[in-house]
């Protein structure tokens, strides 16, 4: 059975964005064709209470509205962090991790409640002092329920394990004996597995890509994510195929559409005066402010790749979130203009989903009578890959998109 998965999300409580309501994020993901969707902080008392009074358990491990087909599982973002010998800075390293019931949260709380972890925010810190406090936080998280799993999040960019704030070499120097239970790898939307597969450390690994969204929109829910090749859909069946590598295909941003792809200082930046800078070679300086400038995931990867990996060419797709594509093919810049959200609704009585139209060979039917000749164009244009950003996104800028057609 394959199941499509968007494990990484935010509510509200994470900052950035007001409330998000369930059934918001239920319809965008019918609409996109996500089967099983993470809820993002449920770590957060007030959003586990939130969780437990509207979600109701259906399939073991998997929640739902009432009367509603789309499928929830406990998920949420935590930031460790702690000292490493020859580093001067804490290392910082952004996981997601994921509950197969809420017994299993309240116990990760009681964890941080013991561990003196404050818990007042969506996505909480856990500090260490050392590697080997590190460990045993990890251990006691992992001995919680044997179906709990930690995965490290956006690995490459700044803030992931391997990424250039952390400048890491191996992640053994992060995890040390608690290696062999980090099974899975989210790629982040700077990152894709052409790019990951080179590096030894994740060679083996399981690659997963999620949208990691603080929103409901259509350009957020589903922008990335994974098919997984499930015998059932239930937290059980799902955990082990991930564990199992059993992944039929993610789908991917282009990577030079990720904030952080490329090595730069935008131009708004403090003593830019609106110029921007992207160094085709290493440098450690901006010439225009003077600061320090973090490399891109682009150039990270390269400096970890080895010589003797051989890719397993894992199955993805560059994919770009339909109403970007529309709004592209009309003119507009808003993707939630009436235009664009009037396109796409044209578009979904062809297609069960937005998934089921990136995943066909060729157009449905006459579609010339439903929408413009610029966006069937458009559309036929990114199922070929023929569409690139540029410039390339750098310093926390996306991409700016172009398509041939």
């Not at 003196?116 to 080997?132: E, L």
Request: one cysteine or more; glycine letters at 8%.
């Amino acid at each position: 059975m394959r199941i499509a998965v968007d494990l990484h999300s935010h509510s509200g409580y994470a900052g950035g964005v007001g409330q998000i309501e369930l059934s918001q994020v239920s319809h965008s993901m019918k609409l996109k064709g996500i089967d099983i969707f993470g809820t993002g902080d449920c770590l957060f008392p007030p959003r586990t209470q939130e969780l437990q009074q509207q979600l109701q358990p259906c399939e073991e491990g998997c929640f739902a509205l009432p009367g509603d087909s789309s499928r929830f599982i406990l998920q949420t973002e935590v930031i460790f962090s702690t000292k490493i010998s020859g580093y001067k800075n804490k290392i910082i390293a952004h996981h997601i991790i994921l509950f197969p019931n809420f017994s299993a949260v309240h116990k990760m709380q009681n964890l941080l409640t013991k561990w003196g972890m404050k818990n007042t925010i969506g996505r909480p810190f856990i500090t260490s002092d050392s590697v080997k406090k590190l460990q045993t936080q990890l251990e006691d998280i992992a001995a919680i329920d044997p179906l709990v799993e930690i995965i490290p999040a956006h690995v490459m960019t700044p803030d992931g394990i391997l990424g250039s704030k952390n400048n890491l070499l191996t992640m053994q120097q992060f995890y040390r004996d608690f290696l062999p239970n980090i099974r899975i790898i989210e790629t982040g939307l700077s990152a894709d597995p052409k790019m990951l597969e080179t590096i030894p450390d994740l060679a083996e690994l399981t690659f997963i890509s999620n949208s990691d969204c603080h929103s409901a929109a259509l350009n957020r829910i589903g922008r990335e994510f994974t098919v997984v090749e499930a015998n059932e859909i239930n937290y059980k069946s799902l955990i082990e195929a991930l564990r199992a590598n059993k992944i039929v295909f993610t789908a991917e941003f282009n990577p030079s559409e990720g904030r952080y792809f490329q090595t730069g200082h935008r131009a708004n930046r403090k003593g830019h005066d609106g110029e921007n800078y992207l160094p085709e070679i290493h440098t450690s300086k901006c010439p225009i402010c003077g600061k320090k400038i973090i490399p891109g995931v682009q150039e990270r990867c390269y400096s970890l790749q080895g010589n003797c990996i051989i890719p397993r060419h894992r199955n993805y797709r560059h994919l770009i979130p339909l109403v970007e594509v529309i709004a592209h093919s009309v003119g507009v810049k808003s993707v939630k203009s009436k235009k664009v959200i009037g396109i796409f609704n044209k578009l979904l009585q062809v297609y069960s989903s937005e998934l089921e139209l990136w995943c066909s060979k060729t157009i449905k039917g006459d579609l010339s009578g439903l929408v413009p000749p610029t966006t069937i164009s458009q559309i036929m244009a990114v199922q070929k890959g023929n569409f690139r950003f540029e410039p390339p996104g750098y310093d926390g800028l996306y991409g700016k998109l172009q398509i041939f057609s």
